[in-house]
């Protein structure tokens, strides 16, 4: 749930700062008064592309952040677990945006990419827009309706965090088998090193010797 959202220097707002509570909340006003503002910084702050355009003039940054409570939604967490970020029970989301076009994001004040901003997104949020109904044919929502459905979030939780770790030590073992194979490798070449250095049958000191005379021709072509 959003409990609260706070915009810096977007477009024509200097500063606002909404307290959420639970039940339906309707935004009022004339037209004009920046009601379709908060709906685009709170976009932004899921990881909407970001507009230089919408930093308000006269300032160098716009500021977003969303605070939202995800005691309940343990898709939620479990992408933070996935992704090694923090996963209390409040989560912060930031996002800055520059006159010069530079745009960073972060999660509970840890840097993040936006395409990981928007996955997170997913789990928290259900934007309804002029064509949100295309979503229903996508098959990850479909999916996701079904699992909410069948009320098995609690097993559905549980799958993911064995696949994670399954995908993980299956990485894991790739790495080993690479480095054994790149050992093995290297082992064959040093053997045949050995062999060669062994076919040579060299006296000792005869290395130094034929160093030298390597030298002194050198020096007798210049």
Same mark, same amino acid.
């Given at each position: 749930m959003l409990l609260q959202l706070n915009v810096k220097n977007l477009a024509t707002l200097a500063s606002v700062d909404l307290e959420l509570t639970g039940g339906c909340i309707a935004v009022t006003g004339d037209t004009g008064a920046g009601k379709s503002l908060i709906l685009d910084a709170l976009e932004l702050a899921l990881g909407a592309r970001a507009d230089t355009g919408l930093v308000r003039a006269?300032?160098? =940054? +716009?500021?977003?952040i969303a605070e939202f409570d995800i005691a309940r939604l343990p898709s939620a967490k479990n992408w933070l677990r996935v992704n090694e970020l923090d996963q209390d029970d409040e989560l912060v989301l930031r996002r800055t945006l520059t006159s010069e076009g530079r745009s960073k994001a972060y999660v509970n004040g840890t840097p993040i990419s936006t395409s990981q901003l928007r996955e997170l997104s997913e789990q928290l949020v259900l934007m309804h827009t002029q064509h949100a109904n295309q979503k229903l044919l996508q098959p990850k929502h479909q999916l996701e309706l079904l699992d909410e459905f069948a009320d098995q979030s609690q097993t559905l939780t549980t799958f993911e965090t064995a696949y994670y770790e399954w995908t993980s030590a299956l990485s894991a073992l790739q790495t080993l088998k690479t480095? +054994?194979? =790149? +050992?093995d490798t290297e082992r064959e070449l040093l053997a045949f090193q050995v062999e060669e250095l062994n076919s040579l049958n060299l006296k000792d000191g005869e290395f130094e010797q034929l160093d030298q005379e390597q030298r002194q021709l050198a020096s007798g072509d210049t």
């Open positions: 006269g300032t160098e =940054r +716009a500021q977003i480095d +054994a194979s =790149r +050992a």
